[in-house]
């Protein structure tokens, strides 16, 4: 009777071994990896807003690949399940984050404009009262605040959200620094009197 369990035993580890050599490469989630990584390296906002998430999905996938190539399927079909849920939520990430800079952007834009106009009658205002200031600077200065709230415009106009946030927040900056000399004269007229 204990030959019969060893004989029994001996074949289905023959088997199992047979088995081991015959098994397939998961074929379908292997591709199924290999598209869903691409889509996420061709998704401009996932590229911009969620590269960390993106690194992860081709990390798992060159991990898929090299244990496939080692017949290592179970661990290839992991890694293939990794690089797909890495790669969705890298697409996922970035069209969030695509929406955030979106909306900060058009109401960083949005106040900007009046922005512009008021220190532009600020300016006015300091000259009509004789106020001891360069100008010649502060219209210079404003002049490139007025370009990049443009070149913020036509970025956003182009969807490029990051970009119109930046040009804005270079704006705005712009604006500051004119609004804080006009003070600093104000507040130096102040103390004179």
């Not at 030959?3 to 074929?27: D, E, F, M, V």
């Not at 179970?74 to 909306?103: K, L, P, T, Y």
């Not at 036509?154 to 930046?166: F, G, I, K, Q, V």
């Not at 604006?175 to 600093?184: E, R």
């Amino acid at each position: 009777m204990k030959r019969k369990n060893i004989s029994k035993l001996a074949i289905l580890a023959a088997c199992a071994l047979w088995l081991a050599g015959c098994a397939q490469p998961p074929t379908e989630e292997m591709n199924n990896a290999i598209e869903a990584v691409t889509r996420a390296e061709n998704d401009p906002n996932a590229v911009l807003y969620a590269q960390g998430t993106l690194l992860m999905a081709q990390d798992a996938l060159r991990r898929m690949q090299d244990e496939a190539d080692l017949r290592n399927f179970d661990d290839a079909r992991f890694f293939a399940g990794e690089a797909v849920m890495f790669a969705n939520m890298a697409i996922s990430q970035g069209a969030a984050a695509a929406q955030r800079s979106r909306e900060e952007a058009e109401a960083l834009l949005l106040a900007l404009s009046p922005e512009v106009e008021q220190t532009e009658q600020a300016i006015l205002s300091a000259q009509e009262n004789g106020l001891a200031l360069d100008y010649d600077a502060l219209d210079r200065d404003l002049q490139t605040a007025r370009i990049e709230a443009e070149e913020a415009q036509l970025a956003m106009a182009e969807n490029r959200y990051s970009d119109a946030l930046e040009m804005g927040m270079n704006a705005r900056n712009g604006i500051n620094g004119i609004n804080q000399a006009l003070s600093t004269a104000v507040a130096a007229v102040a103390a004179k009197q």
